[in-house]
C-alpha cells in the first residue's frame, strides 16, 4: 500500500515537471513584448547573459519571462532572419535561372533557325552542282554560278529614294535601322560565334558572342540585371559614364515620333587606342522606341551618302568611322528586372592605319571587351551598388570611386591623342623620333579645374607629356601589366615620382633634372575599390621613401598615387590591360587633381606570317631592326606562338616656363630608361617552348652561369664536406642545370662593406620562394627578407662565417617580396669562393621552405 502511494505521488510529480517545462517551451508572447525584444534585436541581435538580465530589468513587461525563455527567443528570431534571406536569396536565383533559361530557349531557337537555312542552303548548292554536272555547255554554267552568286550578294532588294532630310524621311531611315538591328539581335542576320569563357549562369556576365565573315566588326552579348528597363535605357544612353574610349557625345537634334518615340542625330568622338593612329568619329541616327510586348530599343547607325540624312560637322585629326546598324534592346523580366541584348557593329576603316596596327580595328574581341562586355558590366555594377551588394572601404560612396575611375582613364587618353584643339602642340625632337613631347600650355585646361592653384603662378608654364609606343612580341598583356604594377621600383625613379608629387603643392619646387636611377623606395598597395567581375581596381599606392645620405632625407618623405589597374586576367580573350596612376596627397578629395600616367597593352590578333627579327621594337622603325634589338645567337626561337601586343607609354609632368626644356629632357630621357626596362621585363617573362630546358642567362657584369654555379657547388664542398648536388654529377652545363631544379631555395647575395646586401643570384626555387624574377632580383636586400630575430640570427654568425667559411642557422621566418611570410626548417651560409679564392659573394640555403 505504502509502495503504491509512493509509486503515484512520484508519477504526479513527474506528471507536474512536464507540465512545467512544457509550459517552459511555448511561451505566448504579447504584442508589448514583442516590440520591445524586436527592439533590442534590431541594436544587438546575439546579446550576452547579462545584457538579457539588463533587458528583464528595465523592462517591466518582460519581468514574468525567464531570461532562458528571452534566450530562446532570440534563437529563433536569428533562425527566421536567416530563413528569410535564404529564401529571398533562393527567389533571386530562380527568378535569374527562370530569365536565363528563357534566353537560352530563345538562343537555341535562333541556332535552329540558322541550321534550318544553312540546311536548305545546303540543298540548294547540291542542286545546283548536280544542274552543272547535266550542262553540256560551259556557258550555261557558268550563268548558273554567276546567278547564284548574285543572288547570294543581293539578298535583299534596294531601298527606293526618298527624302532623307524631312521627318518623314529619317523615320524611314529609323525603322529600317529597327529591323535590322533586331535582326542582329534575335535573328540570324549575322553569324555569331559564341566567345570561349563566356558560358551562361546566374552569376555570370551573360551570353556574349562575336561575329564572323562580315562587313567591319560585331560583338554582342545578353545578360540579366535587376532593375528595370526605364533604368537601363537611361544608363546606356550616357554612353560617356562607361565608354572609356569616349571623347565627347553631342545630341545635335531631337524629333519625336508619332508612335510615341524618338528621333536623335548624334555626333560622337573615340580616343585613338595608341599614338600611332588616329581618332574615329561618328554622326549617327539614334531612334529610341518601344516594342508592343513592351521592351524598349535604343537603335543607332551612322548617316552617310548611301544612307540619306542631313551631313554630320566636319572635324580634323579625325577619321569617319562608320556604325552599322547597333542598339539595345531591353525587355522587362516577370517578378522585376530586365533582360538586355547589346549589338555593336563598327566599321573603323581599317585601311587607314599602319598594317601592323590594323588588328586593333579588326579585331571583334576587343571591341566586345571595350564596348559591348563593358556597357553590360556598368550597369550589373550599378545594379548590384543599389541593392547593397558590394561594400567599399574609405568611405566613399561608388559613383565618387567611379568617377575617380573615369578621371584617370580619361585623362591617360587626353595624353595619349594629344588634341590640338584641347591645347597641344608638339615640341621639336632632339634628333631621334622614339620619344615624342607634347605641351599644353592653355588656360582653359586648368581654369576651375585640376591644377587650379598652379595656374595661378606667374611661372607657371602649362604640362608636359612624353609618349612613346612600341611593338611587344611573345609578351602576354596580363602578365606584363601585373609586373609593372607589383614591381614599380623594376623601372620607376623615385626622383621623378618626388618631382610629380611636389607639383600637387602651390608653390612646387623645381626638380627639372631627376637624378635616374635614385635611391630606391618600397610599395604598399591599399585596395580601394574593384568592379564585380574583378576585371579593374581601384587602389592606392604607398611609395616609402629611405634616405642614405643627409642631403636625400628632404626627399625621402612618403608619397602616394591613385591607381587604376585593370585586364591583369591572363584567362581573358582580346582584354586591353592597363596601368594608369596619378600623384595626390594624403588626404584626397573627391575632386582631387589628377595628372594620370601610365601604360596600356592591346593584344594583336596573331598572324600568319613570319616572325620580326626582335621581340621588342619601336613602332615608328618597325621596318628597321636597331642594335641590341636582334636576337642573340643560339636564343630559342618562340615566335611559332605569334603572340603580339602594342604599347603605349604616356607620363605628364608640369613644368614652370624657366624650366621647359630641362624638364622636356628629363622626361625624354625617363621615358627612354622606361622603355629599356620593359624591353628587358619582357624578354624575361617572355613564355618559352624550352621552358623546362631553360637556365638562367647571366646578369650584366656577373660571372658566366655555369661558372657561378661552379663556384657555389666548389666552394659548399670545400667548407661542409658536404655534397650540394649528386656526387656523381657531370661537369659543364649539367651542373647549373642541377643547381637550377635544387629543390631547396639557393641564393647568393654581394658582400661590400658600407654598402647593404643584395641578391645577384637565385635557382627557380628561391625566385618561388621570395615571389619575384631574375631580373627583379636585384632590388632586393637580404635585411628586407628576414625578420628580426633571422637578423640578429645572422649577424651573430657572420664572423663565424667569414673565419670558418660557413654557419647553420636555425629555422625562422622570413618575408617574400610580396610581403608574404615563409618558414624554413634550417638554413645554410657560406662563403662563396672564384678561382683566386677570394670571397665572390655569399651563398644560402633555404631548406624545405613553405609559404605560411
Known sequence: MALSMHRESNSSGSNSKHQQMDASKYVRYTPEQVEALERVYAECPKPSSLRR???????????????????????????????????????????????MNKLLMEENDRLQKQVSQLVYENGYMRQQLHTVSTTTTDTSCDS?????????????????????????????????TL????????????????????????????????????????ARACGLVSLEPTKVAEILKDRLSWFRDCRCLDVASAIPTGNGGTIELVYMQIYAPTTLASARDFWTLRYITSLEDGSLVICERSLTSSTGGPTGPPATCFVRAEMLPSGYLIRPCEGGGSIIHIVDHIDFDASSVPEVLRPLYESSKILAQKMTMAALRHIRQIA???????????????????????????????????????????????????????????????????YNNLSMLPTFGGVLCARASMLLQNV?????????REHRSEWADYGVDVYSAASLKASPYAVPCAKLGGFPSSQVILPLAQTVEHEEFLEVVRLEGHAFSPEDIALSRDMYLLQLCSGIDETTSGACAQLVFAPIDESFGDDAPLLPSGFRVIPLEPKSDGPTANRTLDLASALEVGHGGARPAGEADTSNQNLRSVLTIAFQFTFENHYRDSVAAMARQYVRSIVGSVQRVAMAIAPSQLSSQMVPKPLPGSPEAVTLARWICRSYRAHTGGELLQADSPAGDAVLKQLWHHADAIMCCSVRMNASAVFTFANQAGLDMLETTLVA???????????????????????????????????????SSMGRPVSYEQAVAWKVLNEEDSNHCLAFMFMNWSFV
Open 384 to 450: 548590384q551598388e543599389t541593392n547593397g551588394e558590394i561594400q567599399y572601404t574609405g568611405g566613399r560612396q561608388p559613383a565618387v570611386l567611379r568617377a575617380l575611375s573615369q578621371k584617370l582613364c580619361r585623362g591617360f587618353n587626353d595624353a595619349v591623342n594629344g588634341f590640338v584643339d584641347d591645347g597641344w602642340s608638339i615640341m621639336g625632337s632632339d634628333g631621334v623620333e622614339d620619344v615624342t613631347i607634347a605641351i599644353n600650355s592653355s588656360p582653359s585646361k586648368f581654369l576651375g579645374s585640376q
Open 179 to 218: 529591323a535590322e538591328f533586331l535582326g542582329k539581335a534575335t535573328g540570324t542576320a549575322v553569324d555569331w560565334v559564341q566567345m570561349i569563357g563566356m558560358k551562361p549562369g546566374p552569376d555570370s556576365i551573360g551570353i556574349v558572342a562575336v561575329s564572323r565573315n562580315c562587313s567591319g566588326v560585331a
Open 476 to 484: 602576354p598583356p596580363a602578365l606584363l601589366v601585373r609586373f609593372l
Open 53 to 99: 538580465q539588463q533587458l528583464i530589468r528595465e523592462c517591466p513587461i518582460l519581468s514574468n519571462i525567464e531570461p532562458k525563455q528571452i534566450k530562446v527567443w532570440f534563437q529563433n528570431r536569428r533562425c527566421r532572419e536567416k530563413q528569410r534571406k535564404e529564401a529571398s536569396r533562393l527567389q533571386t536565383v530562380n527568378r535569374k535561372l527562370t530569365a
Open 777 to 815: 632580383l636585384q632590388d632586393i636586400m637580404l635585411e628586407k627578407i628576414l625578420d628580426e630575430a633571422g637578423r640578429k640570427i645572422l649577424l651573430s654568425e657572420f664572423s663565424k662565417i667569414m673565419q670558418q667559411g660557413f654557419a647553420y642557422l636555425p629555422g625562422g621566418v622570413c618575408v
Open 144 to 176: 548558273v554560278v554567276m546567278s547564284g552568286q548574285q543572288q547570294q550578294q543581293n539578298p535583299t532588294p534596294q531601298h527606293p529614294q526618298r527624302d532623307a532630310n524631312s521627318p518623314a524621311g529619317l523615320l524611314a531611315i529609323a525603322e529600317e
